[in-house]
Nanobody, 122 residues
């Protein structure tokens, strides 16, 4: 069983920063891609940032230059550093991880967490 848990959300004022964490646990051989998404109230889920092993991370236009995705492969963890937060960044942030299990067959996995709430308000 592979599981994923996000953390680090909270209530901040505009201009402040937060760092979200995404920890994957279980029978893991490798994690190929971490992707962060977010879903604001009454809106569809949108892609925020993606980090595939060996590839330069990429970002949606709305967060480019303010958010940074990073990963610690030894800890099976990804981070999303969010700076200069704006009220429009308010959303539930979800992490997705794709990789392979250490089960002898190298079966793939694709897991999501329950999300972490980020609220940016004065």
């Amino acid at each position: 069983q592979v599981q994923l848990v996000e953390s680090g959300g909270g209530l901040v004022q505009p201009g402040e920063s937060l760092r979200l964490s995404c920890v994957v646990s279980g029978n893991i051989l490798s994690i190929t891609t971490f992707t962060w998404y977010r879903q604001a109230p009454k809106k569809e889920r949108e892609w925020v940032a993606k980090f595939t092993s060996g590839v330069t991370p990429n970002y949606s236009g709305s967060v480019q230059g303010r958010f940074t995705i990073s990963r610690d492969n030894a800890k099976n963890t990804a981070y999303l550093q969010m700076n200069s937060l704006k009220p429009e960044d308010t959303a539930i942030y979800y992490c997705n991880a794709q990789g392979f299990r250490r089960d002898g067959t190298f079966s793939p996995f694709d897991v999501w967490g329950q999300g972490t709430q980020v609220t940016v308000s004065a």
